[in-house]
């Protein structure tokens, strides 16, 4: 009997490759699977399963996490404002998470021996992958062909033409991973520290110039609705926005951080829908925390971020963290307006029950309603005793 493997299958040359491998030279009933986490269109879907079966798979399924995706972790990144180095929305380094889930998950119910995937030996999703399997499955054994093996991509299509594949595997000049939190881009450039990606790089070119104001809803923290329709839920919401904005070429950045495995990686990535949803959020949250919700928010929110990417999603810190930032969500509903233009955003304002710039109280630089001078007067004494004694103590500096 053949032991049998599920293999997380993109349709790309290294699983490609990892699928008529483990086939034809591991002799194993292979099970493909593809995780769809809001990056692929139903045709799309639909090619990539004729390419696993005409590379001689036994079976092959789509598991689809995008709703989970999102309950589980894109809201708590939007929570919590999360980006990584105060640029990058973690759209690649969430999704992997959530495709290492299913796959393990998939394993299980198809009672697998093995799983394994296309990683490289030289980035941050051989760990996060492995992490997943290795913690909720130490008992399935894990095969990564590409990694093992040191191929070259010459040497892998060489090796599929010698076994009757035939496809176009010439290189495409730049690598592109979309999913529904964003698409990284990856090329020549981005092997370098001085390059900027051209325009021809990023998936979605500049078609609309005309500003455009929108209108984000957002209830508890969630961002519901996009000029007034729901679109079913954030999830729709999100696609539509993007759709959108990506007109407007808008979310285009280049991405330097530490890797897992400790070298510096850059890379480029295209997320319009989730840095507008973020600066929004952000936005409205300047109206309706006070001023410590803000501050403890931020600093739990940067530790959520970095655990992500590092693969740690499973540590139970991580559920500590969500449950803190959903709890800070509770006034954070209102409305934010946001005008679009050609390679940029504004946030115009917002409106909600709870903001806390109430006119009752006093405008800022203006007017005070609910103190009086001699007050301010007594407040500032007693606030400044503490400098006022270190200074009085150790003179003037």
């Known amino acids: 009997m053949k032991p049998k493997v599920v293999l997380a299958f993109s349709g790309g040359l290294d699983t490609s490759f990892c699928a008529k491998y483990l086939t034809e030279d591991r002799g194993m009933e292979v099970?493909?699977?593809?995780?769809?986490?809001?990056?692929?269109?139903?045709?799309?879907?639909?090619?990539?399963?004729?390419?696993?079966?005409?590379?001689?798979v036994t079976h092959h399924t789509t598991l689809d996490e995008t709703l989970n995706y999102y309950r589980s972790c894109i809201r708590f990144m939007v929570y919590g404002n999360v980006l990584r180095n105060q640029t990058y929305p973690l759209s690649v380094s969430a999704e992997r998470m959530f495709q290492a889930l299913?796959?393990?998950?998939?394993?299980?119910?198809?009672?697998?021996?093995?799983?394994?995937?296309?990683?490289?030996?030289?980035?941050?999703?051989?760990?996060?992958?492995?992490?997943?399997?290795?913690?909720?499955?130490?008992?399935?054994?894990i095969i990564t062909p590409i990694r093992d093996l040191r191929l070259s991509r010459e040497a892998e299509i060489e090796y599929l033409k010698?076994?009757?594949?035939?496809?176009?595997?010439?290189?495409?000049?730049?690598?592109?991973?979309?999913?529904?939190w964003g698409t990284s881009v990856g090329g020549k450039e981005t092997l370098t520290s001085h390059l900027p990606l051209p325009e021809a790089a990023f998936p979605h070119q500049l078609a609309q110039t005309e500003p455009q104001t929108v209108e984000l809803t957002f209830e508890r923290g969630e961002v519901v609705a996009l000029n007034g329709q729901g679109h079913g839920g954030p999830v729709g919401v999100i696609q539509q926005l993007n759709?959108?904005?990506?007109?407007?070429?808008?979310g285009r950045d280049i991405h330097v951080g530490d890797t897992i495995i400790g070298i510096k990686g850059r890379v480029g990535f295209?997320?319009?829908?989730?840095?507008?949803?973020?600066?929004?959020?952000?936005?409205?949250?300047?109206?309706?925390?006070?001023?410590?919700?803000?501050?403890?928010k931020e600093q739990l929110a940067n530790w959520y971020g970095m655990l992500l990417h590092e693969g740690q999603y499973l540590e139970p810190v991580m559920r500590n963290i969500e449950t803190f930032l959903a709890d800070t969500q509770q006034n954070v509903s209102g409305k934010v307006t946001v005008q679009l233009h050609p390679y940029r955003f504004q946030i115009q304002g917002i409106s909600s029950p709870h903001d806390l710039m109430a006119s009752k109280f006093g405008q800022y630089g203006e007017m005070n309603n609910a103190w009086?001078?001699?007050?301010?007067?007594?407040?500032?004494?007693?606030?400044?005793?503490?400098m006022k004694i270190f200074f009085q103590t150790n003179g003037l500096q």
């Open 31 to 56: 099970h493909s699977a593809i995780v769809q986490t809001g990056g692929f269109s139903q045709a799309e879907l639909q090619s990539i399963e004729e390419k696993a079966y005409r590379l001689g």
């Open 102 to 141: 299913a796959i393990v998950r998939h394993a299980k119910q198809v009672g697998a021996q093995y799983v394994a995937h296309g990683s490289t030996g030289a980035g941050n999703d051989q760990v996060r992958f492995d992490m997943v399997f290795q913690i909720l499955a130490p008992e399935i054994g």
């Open 162 to 180: 010698k076994h009757g594949v035939e496809a176009n595997w010439e290189k495409a000049q730049y690598s592109i991973n979309q999913g529904i």
């Open 243 to 250: 759709e959108l904005a990506a007109d407007y070429a808008i």
């Open 270 to 296: 295209e997320a319009a829908a989730p840095l507008i949803i973020i600066k929004a959020h952000h936005a409205l949250e300047k109206h309706t925390l006070t001023k410590w919700q803000a501050y403890w």
């Open 372 to 386: 009086t001078g001699e007050e301010v007067k007594g407040f500032t004494k007693i606030v400044s005793n503490q």
